[in-house]
């Protein structure tokens, strides 16, 4: 077709010329770029909570809780409620013992490795049969504790985050000094946490409930046996979950947030870039008015022109968010966060950015380049040719 | 002044590209009085601590319960001129979405020892008089429309009733604070009936607050109250309200990090644009400035008026920006924190829009000085 030729031929020549406008054409790919990094950075925060969040749920395990918490955070099982739970049907057994784990979950005071101020770590007791339960968990070094000893493994995020949790290390809790036995890493948010027998944690913090009780399925089906069997206590007042839905709750405030403030912090530095995009596409086509003028009155058509101005738009703004994904990853990608996150205690989890978040970047950074050409592009079209000879 | 007329017909010379700038530095300071206000709304909370209050809280962790018998000794040391009792209720209302900042606390003791929290004495007596009474902030009972007299239901997983019974409140009042930008959402109950109806933790607090007479003396009297209770099964830690609302804000994340970073980029960016656009428009009136030393203006004159221009255009623009800024800190204060834009921003915005606007402008308003009339005017 004569326009997509047409079109073809003076986009490369823009392109050719770019060299001439390359102080503007730099604002362009800076500006997008400013925006593309900002916006993937603040979704890799979001994505990298969900992920570590998410990577502990698994379609065979559920987690019952106090009706009504929102997280282990509000929710209390008394010793009795716990003991009913784990006799359940539904539950996976190995052998007469429950694959499951009343957990109670409590934070300490530490020292945080970072800036030496004070700050809270998780301190969750698990039962027996939580090895079988959690397989994920590795020890990389020490020895696991020993059941109803004050004794505490330390996940890999809580030992460089926090002091004093390194092997054969006391932390002094009341008149109890808890010895650090060894290191785990789970891949997922349970990193953060120091963990113990759940008897002594109890008995050592003085409790007399759980937080949550997490269990192994018998099958993804029997959920709906466990929450009957619940259902038939309603005095217990509990209710349980996959562990996926949980977490996907759990996560999802901060998700939401984080998402919503990308889209707000990233929205008006686009809004800007936009304004800022359209003065320089506008100054481009200006300094070219005779060269547009002169392939006009060559026969060359409007709308040959007017795709020409967008497509050396859409080239520059792919060349800022390339730019702004490159820089976004390198500064951030597989870096350390920690945050109390509204939750017991800090929780750390690595920056994510996937793809689905760059995706999101080079279609802003399109949006954004359209948007600036248009204007330019359009006037560029009907400025009446004689003027645009004039100023050769 | 007699230049106004001048850098006005300046801007007016292409009038499409100065709005297109305005618009673009409007932009610029509308995102900084939003991210440099969640940065302020941290650091308030640090401004409005008090120095004559006391956070006792259990050595284990903050939320760990201490046996209430702490407060009659913290009561007796010498320059201690009150304890309050506080303890976290974490209560919602109908869902558990609507999460509420509630405390339980004894009244008369707790209204004292923050004065700033302002309540009609009668509602406070009523209070006291109620057992199943609470005040709540005057923002939170316009978000759930409730008024004095209402009767209302709160869930509270972490708290299970003795009898199972749900968690019922009357409002007896509404309290103001017109020291803080935050907002007024607390609700507060009252400890004796939470303390009797509660399952768990009976006869313990987690928090508590000693009032100091003397705000010089209050290090030695933190020390003083935990050297009470050390070496005993319940050990405190005693921190001033400057140091408790630090470590509660450097937990949250490095959000002052973060808002620099990008109002970095964002600068950055606006500096390169505008710095360009300056350059180029003072290309094209090379010849106007040219005829115009041949009139008269001086050097230095010439150089003025590009740097008053840009200047002009930056200020007018960031006012606007950060005044649209203002304009969103209400609707959005639950996720900023604050109910206002506080001034030290917008005084901060506007010098850095000057610095901009001299960053902009000088090397071109540098090159309008030094540049050669007839050389110019001859077209080389």
Redesign the interface.
């Known amino acids: 077709m004569a326009l997509l030729h047409q079109a073809f031929a003076v986009t490369a020549l823009n392109l050719r010329s770019i060299p001439q406008r390359i102080g503007s054409s730099l604002v362009v790919v800076i500006g997008i770029a400013g925006v593309v990094a900002v916006l993937v950075a603040v979704l890799a925060m979001a994505e990298g909570y969900r992920r570590s969040l998410l990577a502990s749920g698994r379609p065979d395990r559920a987690i019952v809780l106090r009706a009504g918490a929102a997280s282990e955070l509000t929710s209390l099982i008394p010793r009795e409620a716990a003991a009913f739970i784990l006799d359940a049907p539904g539950i996976r057994r190995d052998g007469d013992e429950p694959v499951a784990s009343a957990e109670p979950v409590l934070s300490i005071g530490v020292t945080s490795a970072r800036n030496g101020e004070p700050t809270d770590a998780a301190v969750r007791g698990v039962g027996a049969g939580f090895g079988r339960l959690r397989p994920e968990l590795r020890l990389t070094e020490g020895r696991m504790f020993r059941p109803g000893t004050r004794e505490l493994i330390v996940g890999r995020a809580a030992a460089t985050e926090f002091r004093g949790v390194r092997i054969g290390e006391r932390l002094r809790v009341r008149d109890d000094a808890w010895t650090i036995v060894g290191h785990f890493e789970s891949g997922d948010a349970h990193e953060s946490e120091l963990v113990g027998d759940a008897d002594a944690i109890l008995s050592g913090f003085r409790r007399d409930g759980y937080q949550s009780v997490t269990l192994a399925l018998a099958s993804p089906a029997a959920l709906g046996t466990v929450r009957t069997a619940l259902a038939a206590r309603p005095d217990l007042g509990v209710e349980v979950r996959t562990e996926r839905a949980y977490l996907a709750d759990r996560a999802a405030g901060l998700t939401r947030l984080l998402g919503f403030v990308a889209r707000v912090v990233a929205g008006i530095m686009a809004l800007g870039a936009v304004f800022g995009a359209i003065v320089t596409m506008h100054a481009a086509v200006d300094a070219r008015a005779a060269e547009i003028a002169t392939l006009r009155a060559i026969g060359f058509g409007a709308g040959a022109i007017i795709l020409s101005v967008l497509a050396e738009a859409i080239a520059l703004a792919l060349a800022g968010s390339m730019l702004g994904a490159a820089a976004a990853w390198a500064l951030f990608n597989g870096h350390a966060v920690s945050t109390r996150a509204g939750g017991f205690a800090q929780i750390m989890f690595p920056l994510s950015v996937s793809g689905g978040s760059l995706a999101s970047g080079i279609a802003w950074a399109l949006a954004i380049g359209l948007l600036g050409a248009l204007l330019p592009a359009w006037s560029a079209a009907r400025r009446p040719i004689i003027v645009g000879l004039r100023q050769a | 002044m007699r230049y106004a007329p001048l850098v006005w017909a300046g801007l007016r010379r292409k009038s499409?590209?100065s709005v297109?700038?305005f618009?673009?530095i409007a932009?610029?300071f509308?995102?900084y009085g939003?991210?440099q206000g969640v940065n302020a709304g941290f650091g308030h909370a640090l401004d409005e601590a008090r120095v004559n209050r006391l956070y006792v809280m259990s050595?284990?962790?903050?939320?760990?319960p201490m046996p209430i018998s702490h407060r009659a000794d913290i009561a007796r040391l010498p320059g201690v001129t009150g304890v309050a009792v506080m303890t976290w209720f974490?209560g919602?209302y109908r869902e558990?979405?609507n999460?509420l900042q509630s405390f339980a606390i004894e009244p008369r003791a707790f209204f004292r020892l923050f004065p700033e929290l302002e309540v009609a004495r009668a509602q406070l007596d009523e209070m006291a008089r109620t057992r199943d009474g609470a005040i709540v902030g005057r923002a939170l009972a316009q978000q759930f429309g409730w008024r004095v007299g209402d009767r209302v239901t709160l869930?509270a997983?972490?708290?299970?009733r003795t009898d199972?019974e749900a968690w019922r409140f009357r409002i007896v009042g509404l309290y103001d604070n017109h020291t803080t930008a935050s907002p007024i959402t607390n609700f507060f109950l009252n400890y004796d009936y939470f303390d009797e109806a509660r399952?768990?933790q009976k006869g313990t607090v987690q928090l508590l607050v000693a009032g100091v007479r003397d705000p010089a003396r209050a290090p030695a009297t933190a020390a003083a109250i935990d050297a009470l209770f050390a070496n005993s099964?319940?050990?405190t830690?005693t921190q001033g309200e400057k140091e408790w609302a630090?470590?509660l804000i450097?937990?949250?994340?490095d959000v002052r990090f973060i808002v620099t970073a990008?109002m970095a980029?964002?600068f950055?960016?606006?500096l390169?644009?505008t710095a360009?656009?300056v350059m180029?428009s003072v290309r094209e009136r090379r010849t106007e400035f040219a005829t115009m030393k041949t009139l008269g203006f001086t050097d230095a004159s010439l150089l003025g008026l590009v740097l008053a221009e840009t200047m002009a255009l930056f200020v007018s623009a960031a006012a606007a920006g950060i005044g649209a800024a203002a304009l969103a800190f209400p609707a959005m204060q639950a996720?900023l924190g604050l109910a206002r834009l506080p001034a030290s921003v917008t005084l901060t915005g506007l010098a850095a829009a000057a610095l901009l606007a001299l960053a902009s402008a000088l090397v071109p308003a540098l090159r309008v000085r030094s540049l050669p009339i007839a050389a110019t005017l001859s077209g080389r």
Do not use: H
Not at chain 2, 59 to 64: K, N, P, Q
Not at chain 2, 250 to 253: D, G, K
């Open positions: 499409l590209r297109l700038i618009l673009a932009t610029a509308l995102l939003l991210l050595r284990v962790s903050a939320s760990e974490r919602y558990p979405r999460a869930g997983p972490l708290w299970p199972g399952a768990t099964p319940d050990e830690r630090r470590a450097s937990q949250i994340a990008i980029a964002v950055f960016t606006l390169f644009l360009s656009v180029q996720l």
